[in-house]
Every structure is written in C-alpha cells, then in structure tokens.
C-alpha cells in the first residue's frame, strides 16, 4: 500500500498523540450521556486524534435511518435509508426504505436540499451511481434506477438480477460498487442464493453460497467470488479487494473463486486473510457503556461493518491506505494500520487503547464509510438505541421496547484535517469533457479518479484513448497508470505493447496489474506467456504471485521452474505457495521433484517454512492423477539429504506422503510392497528405526516425538512402541498422539487396558480414548462394556462424544447406548427434577437471587463481580433456556466437560485431596479447588490419582435451596447483566 514513507512521520507523533488521547478517553470513559442527543450536541461528545476536524453534513429530519451513502459525479449525495430495520414492514404495510438525493447548492458544506428519489422500497442495502441513475441493491435483487424525465424521482426500475438470499435485514446483499476493473462488486451478506439475469429467460444460474457477486454492467456477464463479505465492501488503489463480518473487521480475498478453479485437484486451506485481528483475538476501546450481548465479547469486535481502506487526500497522508471499519456496538469507529506483507496484508492497530473516533454517547451508531468529491472520510451514523437483530437475541430482549427508538433519526458526518479549507466547490464530472477525463486518474484523491475511470467505461468514447496511452507511457503516479490500463482494456484498445511496457514499469503495483491484464489475452495471445513467466523473478511478491496465478496451469518445464523460483523465493509466504499449487496442475510431480533439488539443505535442519513447503507440495504431488506419481514422490523423498540435521525433515515428509496415499485408495504399506528397490527399502526401513529411537528419546522435544509418533503408525514393527507410549508416557501430548496413532491398529488389548484404567487418566487422555474408541465398532463395543461395568461413567463422556454414540450408524450399538445413558441418571435426580418444575412458572427476581448465587455458587463459578471461575463459565447464558438452568442445578452430573471433572490423588504421605485438574505435565499436576486455590503436586510425590467420575457440583443443592430461592436464583443466572437496568427487557424476560 506504498505506506513505508508515511510511517515515519506516523511513529514521530504517534506517542504524543496517544497520551493525550489517553487523558481525553480517562476524562469521559464513564460519563453519564443523556442519550439520545440532538445531533449538535451529540457532536460536541466524539474523541478524535487532534489535528482532525469533524463536521455534521445531513441530519434528521434530511435523513432517516441512513446505511449507504454513495456522491456521483455532480457531488450529490445519494442516500439509502433502511427504515424498515429491522423487521420489515408488517403484514398489509408497504416496505419503507428510501433512497434520497442530497445538495449542497450554496458551497457550504451542509447538504440542506433533499430529494426522495425512490421509496417504498424493501430492505435497500446499497447504491452505485450509474449512466445517471443507480444500481441498487434491495429485496434480494440487484435493479437499475433512473430518473428520465428530470423531476427528481425514479421512473425508471429494472431488474438486472435476483436470487440473492433474503434473510434478516442485516444479511443481505450490499455495497454494490465500481471496481477498477470495470466490473460492479457486491458483498452478499452471508446467506448465498441462487442468482439469475432477470432479463433473460434463459439465463444461466450463479450459486452464491459462501460466495460474493459481480457483473459487467454493459455486457451484463456475472459471476460468483471468493467471499464472503457482511455488509461492508471496499477496495484499495490497485484492486485488492476487502471485506467484513461481525467479528472480522477486515478481510483480504486473496485468491479468487476462478483462480483456484483451475486446479480441480487442490483445495486452498483458504482464499481469504484476515488483515486486522478477528473474533477473540481483535480488541476495541469504546468510550461509552458498550454493551454486548455476549459478555465474552466484551471488547472485542461484535458488529464490523462498513469497512474503508481509505484513500482521500483530505486528511493527512499518514491517513491514506489506513483501514477503517465501524462497530456501532462499540460506538466506534477504528482504524487499522495496513502494510504489505507477502502477497497479502498485515494489520496493527493505529493506536494502541485509543480508537480513531468514539463517542460516550450511546446512541452513536456508525454503520458505514465513504470517500467524498472533497477527499474526506463521510461517517453514516444510524443513531439508534439499539442496532441488533432480534434474530441474534437472546428470549428476553427480543420484544425489548427501545427496539425501534431512533426510527426518526439519522447523521452524516465528515473528518477532515483541521486545517482544510471551509470552501467547497462540488465536482461537476457529468459536464467534463470526454478528453479531460484521463486528466483526473491523476488526482491525489481517488474518489476523483474512479469517478473518472467510471465515466470513462460509461461513455465508450474512443476520444480519450491518446490520454490513456499517454498516461500509461508517462503517467506521473502508479494509480494513474494503473487505471489508464484498466480503462483502455475497458474501451476494447488495449494491446499488448501497453502491457508489455507495463510489465517493465518502475513500480511493482503496475507490474502486478501488467501481469493480470495479460493473462486475460493467454488464449488470444499465447506470446505472452514467455513474457509472464520471465517475470517470475521480480522482486516483489504480489507480482509473482500474479505471475503463478497468470500461467495456470503450467505447460512446460520452463513454467515449472518458474513456479519452483517463486516458491523459493519466499517459501514462508503462504500465499506464494498456494498460488503456485494451483498453477501446477498435472505437474506438480516436477515441482516437487524441482524443489528438492534447489533448496539449500546443505547440513542443515530444514527451517519451519521450509517444512511447511514440502508438506503442502508432497501432498500435492502425491494427489497428482499420474500412474508413477507414488514412486516419483517416493523418490523424491528419499533424495533429501539424510544426515542428523536433514532426518527430521525425511520423517516429515514420509509421514506426509503416507498421509496423502488414501486419496489414492492406498497406504504406505502398500506402496512400500511394490518398491522393487532394495536400497530405497532400506532407506525406509532406517527411517522407522530412527523414528522408533526418537519417539523413546525423552530427551528430545515433544514436537519432534509426536512427529516420529505419527509416522510409527504406519509401521507395524513398532506396535509395541505405540502401546507402551499409549499407556505410560509421562508427556501428555505424546501420549495423546500416540492413542491417535495407536487407532489405527486392530489389536483390542491394549484398548482393554486403557478402558479399564480410565479413571486414573487426565482429560486430555480420556478424550483421546474416547474418541479412539468411538472410531470403529469393535472398540465401541467395549466402550459400551466399560459403560455397563461402570468403569466409566455417562457423565464423564463429553456432548459430542454422546452424540456420536446416540446417531452411531449401527442400529444394535446405538439402541444400547440409549438405553444405558438413560440408565445413568438417578432416580433421586429425576424425582427432584419433576419435583422442582414448578420454580419454572413462578415469578421471580434476579435481585433477590443474587445474595443465594454468592452463597451457594460463587465458591466455584463467577458471574459478573461475584464469585471465582474454577468450574465453566456460566455468566453468559443467552441461548440457556431456564428449564436447561435448572436441569444443570440438580443433575450437576448429567453431563461433564472432561476439563472440570472432579479427581482425589493421594499423596506418599497420605493426604486426600480433591479437585480439577487444571495444569498436567510431565512432572506435575495441579489441582484447582473452590475459592480458587491451587495446589502442586510432584509427581513423585502421588501415590494415586483417580476421577470421582462427577463434577466438584455437589447433588443436593436443592436441600439448601428451597423452589422459591431457586427461580430466582435462575433469574440472576439468566439475567444478571440487565440488573442496571440500562437494557430494558421485553415481556418474555419481565
């Protein structure tokens, strides 16, 4: 994104503007807002970096409930305004969404002249400025309006395509927008569809599930792409393409659905990056009460939306190619550094513990972004009570009575630096002549240049083309040039000695688009190829990337060491090597063979990246449909370098091959018996024996011994190895890999022994039993025994693994497993569960529970401020129904996360103690009690250790809580976080 020479300035004023930052949010994080606010007052509450400015430009009664906002080329302001969020119009009602035109007619930068262009319109998500009217986005349709006889409304509507899914109002397709490479771009919201040219009877049908969405609007062609994004769609200077979901703020498609379609045999572990952190991992600092419906999120990322790469030149540079998305939950706005990284992008945020805009005013809810004419960043603000779905609610807030408050308003706002100019003068585009145009792609904004770029595609007139071959030659930024290409392949002029001199160009994001452009011409211009794979040495990774991608698949050897020089030219770039992957298509076999040629082994161990690359490539390799494709990978594998650095990466790569060969419908085994070689016999044969050593070697790491672990298994000489590992290796996570590997093997005694001896085992060994159990029906079998003999309890069986045994294929071993996990619960248990129905139907009071949790539950679990976390985290209980609360009460073991099964371990000196296992390692255990005490024990020091088979949940509990305590004791459970009475609820939860 070119942002290395704007980081310095960046880091220079970075720390001064933190703490002063951090002083502003101290002063306000707290702040009692009387939300909601009228909207100069609202203004007068945002925390902004200094030296920016922000300004409110439409409000309430102009605008409604805006989501979208999209200025064509005169500088109006279209905006979309959602006002049936979020139910819809009610039965008999028509739909209520609006799209509106906005004017600022006397320079001021107020937009105070509105026009409603169309309304009674369902669910509008977007727009995109079009031949003088708009492409829209609505009611699962994408349609075309226009207004042709000059009063200012749509008289015009057609429907280019439909089939988009129609969902909740939050997840349905968005941000219709112009790319660089004349194609519109849609987000589809998540839902999928089945999507159709309305226009055409016969039209052929795009599946968009899991998928986003373009077409040409002139030739009308359209396609499925890799997604999939929210709502929320944005691009950068070259084309790169971002998008959002509630818990990832920004996601870079990296490899599209038609690039990886041409290797039917290979299938990316993912075509998307997230860029800036996601889900538990991403961080946000509101200013105000944000409050999020799960308490595990709070802090984090829960409503993204409306991403921007921003790209104007009306804030300070170190601004530009910065990514910004909204979290209206948050109230806030954040920005994210982006810089390249590979052939994708790495994020960090701008300012640790500070966002770029927050308000303590709750009603603040930024929902989308937007470029302006005036090159500054236009924040659309929904200012609602609540923006959620009740879809997503839990029972008790879904009728809650500020649902809909803030139906009648709605804010735009601008940012600028504060030291940009009050005067405004509105682009007039529609009226600049045709050769004026390619003028623009040089602007330093870039709304500027793709509105430009955009009429350039909407007029067809060959005028333009000497600009555009002139700015290709001598254009005097990377965006001009780019675009200019772009924009003559729109026009039908572009030849290949514009590419070719593109190719050559100072700046690598030409060369990138070079490269793409001219894969586009393979099939009319297969001379380019040569020209494209010469370029596989370029020293910028996005380039070759597009360069793998351009020769897909590969024809010759040539190409084949093209692909071999670009994988090892960055071999820790993941991107690289899928790129590549794809490209390889029935010569993956070479690559392979290529690769270990020329990686620099010498006498040294293989570097994670390195390990890594063989991994994906041997696996490729031996997927290939090729008859001699086992005996070549084979080879190859046994022409690494064999000495004590190079053995661990043989190991790995030999366990990979073995791991690949059922796709063949083979194994290793049988591979093996068909190798006529004595020497490669041999050589396989030293690598079990050194495998067999090292997996015994409890000096070595317990990565490289999990490693020998797994290749054992495919090596029948070394069944005693796995079983004494399975049984009594100290090192948990060895031991786990060696009952995985040991799985594999038909012998049922060591699984008798390992069943009988459950209760002495750790959870992450009895997981490890169980689920190796449940892999054939023999070992299900004696898990039903063990069950039945009661040498391991129902309870101490995770969901998932009851579930398996509950739909087990086997209609003999699944009737008796019903029969026995029914068996399981007390009688006393039952009797007091229907006994205590009752509390379901009494009226209750969190308040009043409150005091009875902290009495007779905090000793283990926290809720809130109370009590401690030693048992699962019970505070977030939004999808648990209260008659679930109350089963979980009085049948404490009905069913146990094995991590809080409940253990004695008697110690050498003869002390009895008891607790949960939460830490195991080779020499020691500790055990958490109530209260949160922790106690370490040597295992030198145990003398036995077992599982009570039950929770640290004593039965009983309903001796001390009597049915009128327990309803509201499962009213604080369940509603603990609405005692501050800042979310009122709804009927259901009164």
Not at 459 to 467: E, I, L, N, P, Y
Not at 522 to 540: E, Q
Not at 585 to 612: H, N, T, Y
Not at 662 to 680: C, F, H, I, K, Y
Request: charged content about 25%; hydrophobic content about 40%; overall charge negative.
């Amino acid at each position: 994104m070119n942002l290395v020479a704007r980081r310095s300035f960046e880091m220079l004023t970075m720390l001064a503007v933190a703490l002063m930052a951090v002083v502003l949010v101290a002063e306000e994080t707290g702040s009692s807002i009387a939300s909601p606010l009228s909207p100069d007052e609202s203004l007068k509450h945002f925390q902004l970096l200094d030296g920016l400015r922000m300004e409110l430009v439409a409000s309430e009664p102009l605008v409604i409930d805006p989501v979208a906002i999209r200025f064509d080329e005169n500088g109006r302001m279209w905006v979309v305004e959602m006002r049936d969020y979020p139910h819809g119009p009610a039965e008999g009602e028509e739909p209520r969404s609006v799209i509106k035109m906005l004017e600022d007619r006397d320079g001021d930068g107020v937009f105070e002249q509105m026009q409603v262009f169309a309304d009674k319109l369902l669910f509008v998500t977007g727009v995109q400025p079009w031949r003088g009217g708009v492409i829209v986005t609505m009611a699962g349709e994408v349609a075309f309006m226009k207004d042709s006889d000059g009063d200012g409304r749509a008289d015009v509507r057609e429907t280019w395509y439909q089939g988009f899914a129609q969902e909740n109002s939050q997840l349905r397709a968005n941000h219709p927008q112009f790319g660089l490479d004349n194609h519109v771009y849609v987000s589809n919201g998540l839902r999928g569809g089945s999507v159709v040219d309305a226009r055409k009877t016969d039209s052929k049908v795009v599946a968009l599930n899991g998928k986003d969405f373009r077409f040409d609007p002139t030739s009308f062609e359209f396609e499925a792409l890799t997604g999939v994004g929210q709502f929320g769609l944005t691009f950068d200077d070259f084309g790169n393409r971002f998008v959002c979901s509630n818990r990832n703020p920004l996601k870079h498609i990296v490899l599209e659905d038609r690039d990886i379609a041409r290797n039917p045999s290979y299938a990316p572990p993912s075509a998307v990056h997230d860029v800036a952190a996601a889900g538990e991992e991403s961080r946000i600092y509101p200013v105000s009460r944000a409050w999020t419906t799960s308490n595990l999120h709070a802090g984090q990322f829960t409503a993204a939306c409306g991403c921007l790469i921003f790209r104007g030149n009306a804030m300070p540079d170190r601004f530009y190619g910065n990514g910004f998305t909204c979290d209206p939950t948050g109230n806030l706005v954040h920005r994210e550094l982006v810089d390249a990284s590979g052939a994708t992008f790495a994020g960090s945020p701008a300012r640790e513990g500070v966002e770029f805009l927050a308000s303590p005013d709750e009603w603040f809810r930024p929902v989308n972004l937007a470029h302006g004419p005036d090159g500054a960043l236009y924040v659309v603000d929904m200012y609602r009570a609540v923006i959620e779905h009740p879809q997503f609610m839990p029972d008790e807030l879904k009728q809650r009575p500020d649902l809909a408050l803030g139906t009648d308003r709605g804010r735009i706002y601008r940012i600028t630096a504060q030291t940009k100019t009050d005067e405004f003068r509105w682009p007039k585009l529609a009226d600049t002549t045709a050769t004026s145009l390619p003028t623009l792609l040089e602007h330093p904004n870039s709304w500027q240049r793709e509105t430009a770029a955009r009429l350039i595609y909407e007029r067809q007139d060959k005028s333009v083309v000497a600009g555009l071959n002139q700015l290709v030659a001598n254009g005097n930024i990377p965006q001009a040039r780019v675009h200019a290409l772009w924009a003559l392949e729109g026009l039908g002029e572009l030849g290949s000695d514009q590419i070719k001199h593109a190719m050559h160009d100072e700046d690598p994001s030409v060369r990138a688009q070079a490269v793409k452009l001219a894969a586009v011409r393979l099939n009319k211009l297969p001379n380019l190829r040569g020209d494209i794979t010469r370029m596989a040495g370029d020293d910028f990774a996005p380039v070759r990337f597009q360069v793998a991608l351009a020769i897909a698949p590969v024809q010759d050897e040539d190409e084949v060491s093209a692909l071999r020089n670009i994988v090892l030219a960055s071999p820790r770039d993941v991107w690289a090597r899928r790129a590549v992957a794809i490209a390889s298509g029935d010569w993956s076999l070479e690559l392979l063979e290529g690769i270990v040629s020329q990686l620099p082994w010498g006498g040294r161990a293989a570097k994670p990246d390195e390990v890594d690359l063989m991994r994906e490539f041997i696996s490729l390799a031996t997927s290939s449909k090729r008859e001699d494709a086992t005996a070549r990978v084979l080879t190859a594998i046994l022409d690494l370098p064999s000495n004590e650095q190079a053995d661990r990466l043989r190991q790995i790569a030999l366990q990979t091959f073995a791991e690949a060969l059922p796709r063949r419908r083979t194994s290793l085994a049988a591979v093996l018996e068909g190798v006529e070689d004595a020497n490669q016999l041999e050589s396989v044969a030293n690598m079990f024996q050194h495998a067999d050593g090292l997996a015994n070697d409890k000096s070595a790491s317990p990565a490289d011994r999990i490693e020998a672990v797994k290749l054992l298994s495919n090596n029948t000489a070394s069944h005693e190895t796995m079983v004494a590992l399975a049984l009594s290796e100290p090192i948990q996570a060895v031991r786990v890999q060696a009952i995985d590997s040991l799985s594999r093997s038909s012998d049922p005694a060591p699984w008798q022994k390992l069943l009988a001896e459950f209760a002495g085992h750790s959870p992450s060994i009895r997981r490890a039993v169980i689920n190796a159990a449940l892999a054939n029906e023999p070992r299900t079998e004696m898990l039903l025994d063990a069950i039945e003999a009661d040498q391991i309890k129902v309870a101490e069986l995770e969901q998932a693994q009851v579930n398996r045994l509950l739909k087990h294929r086997n209609s003999e071993l699944r009737g008796r497993a019903g029969e026995l996990l029914a068996a399981a619960i007390p009688d006393d248990r039952k009797k007091v569960l229907a006994e205590y129905q009752i509390v379901l139907k009494m009226d209750s009071d969190a308040k009043r529970g409150q005091p009875i949790f902290k009495k007779n539950c905090a000793t283990c679990h926290r809720v809130g401020d109370i009590g401690v976390n030693v048992a699962p985290d019970i505070s977030d209980s939004r999808t648990k129904q209260p008659a679930q609360i109350l089963a979980d009460v009085l049948q404490p073991n009905r069913a146990i996360d094995n991590n809080y099964i409940s253990y004695s371990v008697i110690t050498i000196d003869g002390q009895a103690l008891t607790g949960i296992i939460a830490s195991d390692t080779a020499t020691s255990i500790t055990l958490r009690q109530p209260e949160d005490k922790t106690i370490t024990l040597l295992r030198s020091d145990i003398e036995e250790m077992r599982s009570n088979g039950v929770s640290l949940m004593p039965e009983g509990l309903e001796k001390a809580i009597p049915p009128q305590d327990m309803a509201d004791l499962i009213a604080f459970i369940k509603n603990w976080r609405y005692l501050d009475g800042r979310t009122p609820l709804g009927k259901s939860g009164d």
